[in-house]
């Protein structure tokens, strides 16, 4: 068998437009892909070439889950990679998220932040 790579994660949002089209101002992303989806829903699919989130939203709206951390399958962060960890801060501050528990540690420093949909991302660098 062949190296497997991750492709793609996919999560819930009430706007998968929005959300796609600020982590792309964030991380220097662009939508590869949006339109219809399964059950009547909608997804966008921002990211790079090699890798993308599929953002997806149901016809009827979508509606509060439980803490994922406590959850079975719950999904409970996003770890993105940059190699400056500054620039990507202020990317996220100037998007209007909120930044917290930064902390540097072996091997790197990592910082993270909350979606409006309640989305964890960690955004990490080993280059510090």
Do not use: C
Request: a negative charge.
């Amino acid at each position: 068998m062949s190296l497997a790579t991750l492709e793609h994660l996919n999560f819930t949002a009430a706007d998968p437009v929005k959300s796609a089209e600020r982590l792309a101002r964030i991380f220097s992303w662009y939508i590869r892909w949006k339109g219809p989806s399964i059950h009547g829903g909608q997804s966008v699919h921002v990211g790079t070439p090699d890798l993308y989130l599929a953002i997806y939203s149901p016809p009827e709206g979508v509606s509060e889950g439980p803490d994922n951390y406590r959850t079975r399958g719950g999904l409970n962060h996003i770890g993105i990679l940059v190699d400056d960890l500054e620039a990507a801060e202020k990317a996220v501050l100037a998007e209007g998220y909120e930044t917290h528990s930064h902390q540097t540690y072996e091997p790197g420093s990592r910082f993270y932040f909350d979606n409006e949909d309640g989305i964890e991302f960690e955004v990490v660098s080993y280059t510090v």
